[in-house]
């Protein structure tokens, strides 16, 4: 029997079903929709564990990973789980369910895909990524299991996500800033950021922040983020 959704899932599904509005919408009607086809998992639980280990943080979290520093793409980089559609799979969330079991070891059985984005082209990686909103059923513990490609999974509370405290504007050396969140000892910027940031927003969660709180991207993926084009 499948369990209701709570209503702050059922509220981001029927927005996201109405139409996403994100910071990259924009680059979606300025940029041709062209790349490999790849895939994210927005995957959202509840009560996530606290930091310390004793007890939860109440109401909403998503899955974030950060890459390992070692990568030669996405260096350090907080991201999604998610990657490049393989021939074998059936569509784009089988995708993003399939690199989310072999990044952090999710059950795939514990998730239910709850709605599909258009798919959004980034130009800096040649991918047209289509991002996979999901509602975590039955949460399990997940960890990295390849330490030379994923460093760390972290569930972030959506409260911590929305501290005006955690919140930045994340400076590129090229010149160029984005929204971005300083949380659980790391800095999501970049597309990552953009949709989180969307996410927030049509999940009536965003609070008034201070953007010009600015932090340069981290040293271990300055090459990576928004291209020239995306901006």
Known sequence: MTMPLPDWMDKLVDAVSGGFESPLDRYRRDIEPIGRPAAVLMLFGQNAPNVTGDGVVPGPDILLLER??????HAGQPAFPGGAV?????????????????????????VRVVASLPPLPVPVSRFLV??????????????????EEVASVTRVPVSELVDPANRVTVRHPAGYASPGFAVRGMVVWGFTAALVSGLLDIGGWTVPWHPERVLDVPSTSSDLGLSEEER
Request: no cysteine.
């Open 68 to 73: 390992a520093a070692t990568l030669r793409n």
């Open 86 to 110: 393989d021939p074998e799979d059936t569509g784009v969330e089988q995708t993003a369910l399939r690199e989310a079991n072999e990044e952090t070891g999710l059950d795939p059985s514990s």
């Open 130 to 147: 289509t991002p996979v909103l999901a509602w975590w059923e039955r949460p399990h513990p997940v960890a990295p299991l390849h330490r």
